[in-house]
Nanobody
Framework: VQLVESGGGMVQPGGSLRLSCAASGFTFSSYDMSWVRQAPGKGPEWVSSINTANRTFYADSVKGRFTISRDNVKNTLYLQMSSLKPEDSVLYYC?????????WGQGTQVTVSG
């Protein structure tokens, strides 16, 4: 099982980034997928989820600014982030969940500064 995030980087406030999470080694379409972020020294913060029926959910802190999506043909999860704020500057992880199974990626860093 592998989840590989990409697309992080540095952007100015108000800018946009698109994160990707490439999945392999499991049946991607059968798993609910999420983005979780974590700042140094703090606990993980749930950002957004998309279930197997493509229903989406967002934390209040990102609602209206972030859009989660998935491509079950490419086995890839996305997070389109816009109107980025300095407080969005953290490490972003993708997570796959089905029943009691959780798989995590290694994370991709987003830095909003300018």
């Amino acid at each position: 099982v592998q989840l590989v995030e990409s697309g992080g980087g540095m952007v100015q406030p108000g800018g946009s980034l698109r994160l990707s999470c490439a999945a392999s080694g499991f049946t991607f379409s059968s798993y609910d997928m999420s983005w979780v972020r974590q700042a140094p020294g703090k606990g993980p913060e749930w950002v957004s989820s998309i279930n197997t029926a493509n229903r989406t959910f967002y934390a209040d802190s990102v609602k209206g600014r972030f859009t989660i999506s998935r491509d079950n043909v490419k086995n890839t999860l996305y997070l389109q982030m816009s109107s980025l704020k300095p407080e969005d500057s953290v490490l972003y992880y993708c997570k796959a969940t089905r029943s009691s199974n959780d798989f995590w990626g290694q994370g991709t860093q987003v830095t909003v500064s300018g």
